[in-house]
């Protein structure tokens, strides 16, 4: 209880009194019930749920009610697929790789191994043909989605021991979703997807002997470093992407234009927004990890990302071979990947790199 009451007093202080859950608006215009995977007031990602809930009644002025739901309180959080695809509600938040399950492809409208930074997966939805492949894989399940959040690349995880080498891997149990976690299974990981809500419980209680969350600024408020002091720099699973705002297609494709352009907006503008949160906060809440709680910060040598790569070679082949969509959709994907990768190696690679020789930044 005690440890609820922080996580809801940590958010509430940075949050303010513009992200209080939207209120159903006077009895007008057309219902928006959303739901989401994360609890009420859930630093990051829960707050910004709440901001982009609030952010769209704000814009449609009363034209959208907005009814807002976090994990729980209208269905579990990995009920939200099914609740939004029956048309129960209109709406929800979350990661798409949790409905991998449903079929393997919507795993690419999140992040894949070695895949794209944030900046590439924008490219590729919005000007590289994903956001036409994002609507025939929703579209078959009757749903609509757009992006509505990004963490950017993500920390390797929390372990309770250090990872030397790959044998350090095996045996090990680890909160990881998504196709990392498949890659992590083949290296001898066992494997457990946990909402973000009960994966406290579970490392403190030894139920798991590690986790991936997000990163400094959203893992800080989360406390794992009770029960595990190693922390890793940036990790193979999850690069960068996306989050999203999953639709019932038929209430979507009832919105008049305006309607839809006023959603559109208002989740691209938390999209943007919820990355350079992340940005602007990761340095600030690693520091406090390591200065006020000990936290040893590690990252993972050449012969575990060499594991990593080949695990992930091994997945990502047997996602395409499930369904002529997702290789269609991993051909898009790839494609964009290598393009956008090259270029950005050459270019803002180049300069980063440079820079922080030149300035001494490590």
């Not at 907005?66 to 990995?78: C, K, L, S, T």
């Not at 999140?110 to 930074?117: A, H, I, L, N």
């Not at 924008?122 to 043909?129: C, D, E, L, P």
Request: proline fraction near 3%; glycine fraction near 12%.
């Amino acid at each position: 209880m005690e440890r609820r009451k922080f996580l809801r007093g940590a958010a509430l202080v940075g949050a303010g009194a513009a992200l209080a859950t939207p209120a159903v608006a006077a009895n007008h215009g057309k219902t928006l019930t959303i739901v989401s995977t994360w609890p009420r007031d859930f630093p990051g990602l829960g707050i910004s749920a709440q901001r982009l809930a609030a952010r769209i009644g704000q814009l449609s002025d009363g034209a959208l009610n907005v009814e807002y739901f976090a994990a729980g309180e209208r269905v579990g959080a990995f009920d939200s697929f099914d609740e939004v695809a029956s048309g129960n509600s209109q709406a929800y938040i979350a990661a798409d790789y949790y409905w991998g399950g449903k079929h393997p492809g919507f795993t690419y409208f999140t992040t894949m191994p070695f895949g794209m930074t944030t900046p590439q997966w924008n490219a590729w939805i919005k000007f590289g043909g994903g956001q036409e492949l994002w609507d025939e894989i929703s579209g078959g399940f009757g749903l609509k989605a757009l992006m509505c959040g990004s963490t950017g690349t993500q920390a390797g995880g929390w372990f309770n021991k250090e990872i030397n080498s790959p044998e350090d891997l095996k045996g090990l149990k680890m909160r990881i979703p998504g196709l990392g976690g498949n890659a992590m299974s083949k290296l001898g990981v066992s494997t457990v997807s946990l909402p973000g809500g009960q994966i406290y419980e579970n490392l403190v209680s030894g139920a798991i002997d590690a986790t991936e969350w997000v990163g400094p600024y959203n893992d800080y408020f989360m406390k794992f470093y009770e029960a595990a002091k190693y922390y890793y720099t940036g990790g193979f699973h999850e690069p960068g992407g996306g989050l999203a705002f999953g639709m019932n297609k038929a209430w979507w494709e009832g919105l008049s234009d305006w309607e839809q352009a006023v959603i559109e907006a208002a989740c691209y503008e938390e999209h943007a927004a919820s990355h350079e949160e992340n940005i602007a906060k990761n340095g600030e809440y690693l520091n406090k990890l390591i200065t006020e709680n000990g936290v040893q910060v590690r990252a993972f040598n050449d012969d575990i990302w060499d594991a990593f790569g080949e695990a992930s070679a091994e997945v990502i082949a047997e996602t395409r071979a499930h369904s002529a969509l997702a290789a269609k959709i991993d051909d898009s994907f790839q494609a964009s990947l290598r393009e956008t990768g090259t270029m950005m190696a050459q270019f803002e690679g180049t300069f980063v790199n440079q820079r922080n020789r030149v300035l001494g930044l490590s």
